[in-house]
């Protein structure tokens, strides 16, 4: 029963021999609650035909119940004494009572059909019992008789019988052959599926899988397919920086192990020293702030369960990240406009997205040339914050747009390489926004500048 062909099969069979069984439940008892009492009516209805006739030609009563019995009925007659015929096929139990009999002779009818017990798993239609009977009495030749009868069902309904009882159970096993060739339909996609799933876990990525199908089993193809391609990226994404890390600290070594060991020649001059010092200095930085960097990020990493949420005014918490980059903004001698209304209040971890204006307002203030403008304004609108930072720099061409939030991504890698910078901030931006449930977009135009926009909504 372990394979899955099986279990659908045994299911299945299983479901079939349910749905009968219910399905008799709930005819019997239509028959006891519908069908019985009209029996009942009309078997009572012809005994009172076969009375009239033999009350009128009594001579001819035995002739006339043989042919009655050949045509499909048990009968049994009887004076309540020691007069009694049956006629036809023998009843299978003869339990009438004598009050029965007694109620009919004198004058009465027996309506054994309708009062029949109702039992879940027996058909009063097919009990072949001498109570199961309607009873009349009977004038003939100057003597009382009780009367009672039911249809022969066998001799009525017996071809018929065997003929249905054909049809259900080639119904059934056909339908079986048919399910069993059919399961396959269901059970080959999930096989291949499995072993797909096993070249997965070896890391063969490069699956190819049958997602024509309209159905469940189509679409599961086709996610599945879609988490194949997204595991590679992710596979990819993790070796690209893990060999990222690597160079990003390998550099900084090297020409800290380089320098040191030409700090330590007795024929340098005070100020190639100073110079060999600096820049030691510079890439130790370097190297601090990419480990800090790598850290946040791996916090980052845990969730919303670093978030340490407050409320807090927008305009007041931007104003803190400008003053973070004045001198900055004087030194390029760049204009600043701000337009953030001070009713704008959001709700987020404070230092975390003071991390996001830092350094998305750094990026403008490091990329954009001399003179030049950035404007940082904000909106409130359908429970929604927008913060947009703009600047009028030389933009960054399309090519470049859709890999600026991945890890050590840079436009300008020498230029980059050379200020210090990690090429981590944009992915750091990005996670914190993902993690205040927000979005973060980009646009650019070559000559025109660049615009970073941060939706944040209410919490």
Known sequence: ???????????????????????????NMYYHIKLKPYNDAKLVSIAKQMKQFIESEPIQMEDYLQHAAALGYEIYITDGQVDSHFYGRSFRQQDLDKQNIAL?????????????PNKPFISGFFENRLSNTVGVPVQSSGKKYALFMRPDVLLQFGELRTFFALVGLLTIIISMLFFLISTRYIVNPITKLTDATKRLAHGNYNLRLNSGRRDEIGQLAEHFMTMSRELERVDMARQQ?????????????????????????????????EQHAS????????????????????TLEHGE???????????????????????????????????????????????????VWTNLLSNAVNHIPVGRRIEIRAEHAHARTSIIISDTGDGIAPEYLPYLF????????????????????????????????????????VGAGTQFTVTLPEM
């Open 279 to 298: 820049i030691i200095e510079a890439e130790s930085r370097h190297l601090s702030l990419l480990s800090k960097q790598l850290l946040l990020l791996s």
């Open 241 to 273: 920086f893990v060999s990222n890390v690597s160079h990003e600290i390998q550099s900084p070594l090297t020409s800290i192990q380089g320098f040191a060991k030409v700090l330590s020649q007795d024929d340098l001059s005070k100020e190639e020293r």
């Open 1 to 27: 029963m372990k394979s899955l062909y099986y279990r659908v099969f045994f299911i299945t069979a299983a479901v079939i021999f349910v749905s009968s069984v219910l399905g008799f439940l709930a005819s």
């Open 104 to 116: 009919v002779l004198d004058g009465g009818v027996y309506h054994g059909v309708e009062h029949f």
């Open 305 to 355: 369960e670093a978030l340490n949420r407050t409320h807090f005014s927008l305009n007041s918490h931007v104003r803190q990240a400008v003053k973070v980059l004045q001198w900055q903004l004087e030194e390029k001698e760049l204009f600043l406009k701000l337009s953030v209304p001070e009713s704008i209040s959001i709700y987020g971890d404070e230092v975390l997205l003071l991390q």
């Open 406 to 445: 991945d890890r050590f991504y840079r436009v300008d890698r020498a230029r980059e390489r050379a200020s210090g910078r990690t090429g981590l901030g944009l992915a750091i931006v990005k996670r914190i926004v993902q993690l205040h449930k927000g979005e973060i977009e980009v646009n650019s135009k």
